[in-house]
Every structure is written in structure tokens, then in C-alpha cells.
């Protein structure tokens, strides 16, 4: 990643990388580490084949072995497993035995995470004498924020059983890798920037072939059985016929659900263009296309421009709003930064946010849009109950979800429940503690600023303003904190850049 190197009394700069040990070494770096991300991913997803304890076994012991020896290498596999693993899973759904099975082996990937994050705590707990003082403030705030998830996980448990476990696994996944990254790179140096811009190459190259051949990208990897899987559940509850009814659009086949109006919103709707959404190796096209956002951004302030434009270009015809708004404000954001510094920068990139969250919610009603819409139920039901309903209650997961009357949302201006957005729905399952967590991404993100305003570092800037622009997403969509690929990198970013602040000393007291 990012080392900072001394120059000077007090003064402190960024280098993107190492010193370059030869571009054949560096490459063999690469391939070996890749290779050891991709074994740790198919290898439970193929023992799950022969037994599902057999997989989870794999899962423990390979995260185990790599956290403990080779933890850098554990952080790739960690990104690696968010972007493949559901390819790897695509390719065995012969060997699948139905829903239930299907579900588990997509959950492998955090059952990854929390082993490494196991290991690397407890080292972390181990040397506790002898560890980085700095880290104190940003591991006191993260573990708060791991108790009070828990707290309410519990109580939400008992009311809601499986979907309290998934939304557990989707709030408490960006904490995880924050902490991961933050305590290793706090640690060591890790030169990581070579592995992550591959691996995201290797994800763009997928969604260019599927962009360029459909059919041929599906029949490959097996995406027929894996929707017909992933799918299963809007078929049985009569989704598609309810779609149908209310928009006139019938699916007669597969490829038919995956085609919107253009970046899905009624205020281009009159252009009467359509487009069919990339799903990359992920599965999943919100997902990818948070992903290729933050491909875009890690490329462009490291200088590698025509990586960053093909990412772009991809990101640009996922059609999803929030990836692409996100880049277009923290840009912009950047441009202050460097012409008028971090302060500057930070005050007025949250102005345009808070303008950016009103003019969306007004928008929002006025076009009846159900991210906003379950937005406002959510500021309907908090006064009646703050203290919250506990994890695993509304949302898009709800068994209630397809019950929802959208034109009675409409009309009425909210939905039974908090649906489509990621701080609505905390909001109504962890109450006033929702405030918290949002607060906490919010001061990651000021502290990440402050050592661009130390280092002057354009990607520690971009990081820095791309993650407060997510915690505004969160606002309108559930993917901006829920999805792995999204909320978790940029809060991971921010762990290794505030990791490799405090191992080098930088002083951030001004901060």
C-alpha cells in the first residue's frame, strides 16, 4: 500500500510503493499471491461439495494458516473472496443441494473474514504490551461499535432467527476489515498495491467479457443453474408476475431481469433507453459496481490513468447511480483539496453532501422513488420506538418485503417498514445506536483527511472523501454499508492508511 517515509525534522511523505525488486520478481509476487487467494476461496468452495462440514473445515484451517504466517497475503484473500467467491460457487452448483446449501457456501467468504480476524486479534492481544499506542483511539471506537452490533444481534436473534445472522454478517463485515488492516499495517509494512490492482483487473476483465458475451459468460460459468438458484425465491413468491402486473415488463427468460431503464431512474426514463446490468464475478451489479468504483479511484490518484478509465467506462455501464455519484463528488472534492487544502476541502465536500442527501430526498418523494421512501419510514418509526427492534427486523431481507404495497408507499409517502437504505434500516434495528456507527465511518474519515493533510497524498485524500460520500449513499441504497464490496473496502483503505500512520509516528495531535 502506502509507506510513509521520513524527510526531515517532523515531516513525513507518502510512496505508493517500495523499492521495485525487478518487474520479474515483482510479477512472480503477484501470481503467488493471487494463486494462494484463489486456492483459499475454491478450496472450501469445492470441498463443500463432498461434505458442507468438510468446507467449513477448509475454511478454518486455510484462513487460519495464511492469517497466522502470511497475513498480507490473508488481506488479498479477503478481497479476492468478495469478488470470486460467487463465481467459484456458480461453477459447482451441480454439486448443490438446494436453497439451504446454496446459502451456506456463499457465506464462506465471512467465514473468512472472521477467522483472520480472530487470529490477527488475538496476536494483536498478545503483544498488548508492546503494541502501537496510537492505535488506542481508532481500536477503542471500532470495538464499541462491534459491542453495541452484538448487543443488539442478540436481541435480535431471538425475534428474527436467520435474517438477524445475515444482517449481522452485513453490518459487521466493514468493521472487521477495518480492524484487520488497521492492526497489520499498523504491525509491518505491506506492500499490498500490486496484488489488489490485479485482482481488480481480473474482476474488470470478467465484466468486459460479460458485458461483450452474455450468453457466452453465462453458459461458461455456469450462470443459468445459478440464477435459476439465486432467482428461485422471486419465482416462488410471484415477484416476476408482480413486476409484470405493475410495469408491463414480462420475464420470459433469464437475461430479461437483468435489463432496466437507463441507470434506473424515472428522471431519464423519458430517453427510452435501455440497458442490461453487468453482475461481474460477484453476482451481484450494485456490488460490482461499488467495487470497479473503488478500482477507479485507487488507480487514478496512484497516476495509472488508462486503468482508472477502464474502470470507469465498466463502472459507467453497470448503470448504478451511487458508484458513479460517488466518484463525481469526491473528485471534485479532490480538486478543492489540492487547490485550497484538507480543511477546506472537508467542510465544503460536506456541505455538498448534506445538499446532495436533501435534493435526494426531495426528489425522492416527489417521484414516489422506494429508496427514499423507506428512508422516510424509517424517520416515521424511530420517535415511536429509538431504542430500536433489534438486527435482523425490516429491510430488503424481510420475509415481509414482498408484501409491501408500492402504491400505497407512494401515495402514502412511506413504506410499512425501512427498506432500500442502509441507514433507514439501522436506524429502525438499532435505534439511537445506529447514530453511532455512522458517526464512527464519519471520524474514520476525518482522520484519514488529516494525514492527507500531513502528507499532502492524493489517494489518501480520495479514500478520505470517497467513504464519507458511502456513508451518504447509505441514505438511498442498502448495498452502500450491507455489501462487502462497497462500505468494507473503503473503511479497509482507511485502516491501512491509519495503520501505516501510526507504525511510521506520524503526528496527527493538530488533527
Same mark, same amino acid.
Request: proline fraction near 4%; glycine fraction near 10%; aromatic fraction near 14%.
Given at each position: ?295 477507479? +479511484? ?5 497516476? %495509472?490513468?488508462?486503468? /482508472?478509465? #477502464?474502470? *470507469?467506462? $465498466?463502472?459507467? =455501464?453497470?448503470? !448504478? ?9 469526491? +473528485? ?5 483539496? %489540492?487547490?485550497?487544502? /484538507?480543511? #477546506?476541502? *472537508?467542510? $465544503?465536500?460536506? =456541505?455538498?453532501? !448534506? ?157
Amino acid at each position: 500500500m502506502a509507506e510513509i517515509v521520513s524527510t526531515g525534522a517532523g515531516a513525513a511523505r507518502y510512496r505508493a510503493d517500495g523499492p521495485s525488486s525487478g518487474f520479474a520478481a515483482e510479477l512472480a509476487h503477484v501470481a503467488i499471491g493471487l494463486s494462494i487467494a484463489a486456492v483459499m476461496i475454491f478450496a472450501p468452495v469445492a470441498a463443500h461439495g463432498v461434505h458442507p462440514g468438510l468446507g467449513i473445515l477448509t475454511t478454518l484451517f486455510l484462513a487460519g494458516i495464511c492469517a497466522w504466517r502470511l497475513p498480507q497475503i490473508a488481506v488479498v484473500a479477503i478481497v479476492f473472496s468478495f469478488l470470486f467467491q460467487n463465481l467459484f460457487v456458480s461453477l459447482m452448483t451441480g454439486f448443490i443441494q438446494g436453497e439451504d446449501d446454496f446459502d451456506i457456501i456463499r457465506a464462506y467468504n465471512f467465514l473468512l473474514l472472521c477467522t483472520v480476524w480472530l487470529v490477527i486479534a488475538a496476536l494483536y492481544l498478545a503483544r498488548w504490551n508492546r503494541r502501537p499506542r496510537g492505535l488506542d483511539p481508532y481500536v477503542r471506537a471500532s470495538f464499541a461499535v462491534l459491542v453495541a452490533i452484538g448487543l443488539y444481534f442478540l436481541v435480535g436473534f431471538v425475534f428474527n432467527g436467520m435474517t438477524a445472522v445475515i444482517y449481522l454478517r452485513n453490518i459487521v463485515t466493514p468493521v472487521l476489515f477495518f480492524q484487520i488492516c488497521l492492526v497489520l499495517f499498523a504491525s509491518q509494512p505491506v506492500k499490498l498495491t500490486s496484488m489488489l490492482t490485479s485482482a481488480g483487473v481480473l474482476a474488470m476483465l470478467c465484466g468486459y467479457f460479460e458485458f461483450l458475451n452474455r450468453d457466452t459468460w453465462l453458459y461458461w460459468t455456469n450462470g443459468y443453474a445459478y440464477w435459476e438458484l439465486a432467482s428461485g425465491p422471486n419465482w416462488a413468491t410471484l415477484a416476476y408476475d408482480k413486476m409484470a402486473a405493475e410495469t408491463g415488463v414480462v420475464a420470459s427468460r433469464l437475461t430479461d431481469t437483468f435489463t432496466i431503464d437507463f441507470f434506473n431512474s424515472p428522471l431519464v426514463s423519458g430517453l427510452g433507453i435501455e440497458m442490461m446490468r453487468i453482475f461481474g464475478p460477484n453476482m451481484h451489479a450494485i456490488s460490482f459496481a461499488y467495487a470497479l468504483s473503488f478500482f477507479t +479511484m485507487f488507480t487514478l490518484y496512484r497516476g %495509472r490513468f488508462l486503468l /482508472a478509465a #477502464l474502470f *470507469f467506462v $465498466l463502472a459507467f =455501464l453497470c448503470n !448504478a447511480k451511487g458508484p458513479l455519484i460517488l466518484m463525481l463528488l469526491a +473528485m471534485a472534492s479532490w480538486a478543492v483539496f %489540492r487547490l485550497f487544502g /484538507a480543511r #477546506l476541502a *472537508f467542510a $465544503l465536500h460536506a =456541505l455538498a453532501l !448534506a445538499g446532495y442527501a436533501v435534493i435526494g430526498v426531495v426528489l425522492g418523494l416527489r417521484m414516489g422513488d422506494y429508496h427514499v421512501l423507506g428512508l422516510m419510514s424509517a424517520l416515521h418509526e424511530f420517535p415511536l420506538n429509538p431504542i430500536g427492534h433489534g438486527i435482523g427486523s425490516g429491510g430488503n431481507l424481510s420475509p415481509s418485503f414482498e408484501l409491501i404495497d408500492w402504491p400505497t408507499a407512494q401515495a402514502t409517502g412511506r413504506t410499512l417498514f425501512p427498506v432500500e437504505s442502509s441507514i433507514g434500516v439501522l436506524m429502525y434495528q438499532m435505534g439511537i445506536a445506529a447514530f453511532g456507527i455512522v458517526a464512527f465511518y464519519c471520524w474514520t474519515a476525518w482522520r484519514v483527511m488529516t494525514i492527507a493533510r500531513e502528507t499532502g497524498n492524493s489517494l489518501h485524500a480520495a479514500a478520505a472523501l470517497s467513504l464519507l460520500v458511502m456513508v451518504t449513499n447509505g441514505l438511498f441504497q442498502e448495498e452502500a454499508f450491507f455489501s462487502p464490496l462497497a462500505l468494507a473496502l473503503y473503511l479497509g483503505i482507511a485502516g491501512m492508511i491509519l495503520g501505516a500512520a501510526v507504525r511510521t509516528g506520524l503526528d496527527l495531535s493538530r488533527g
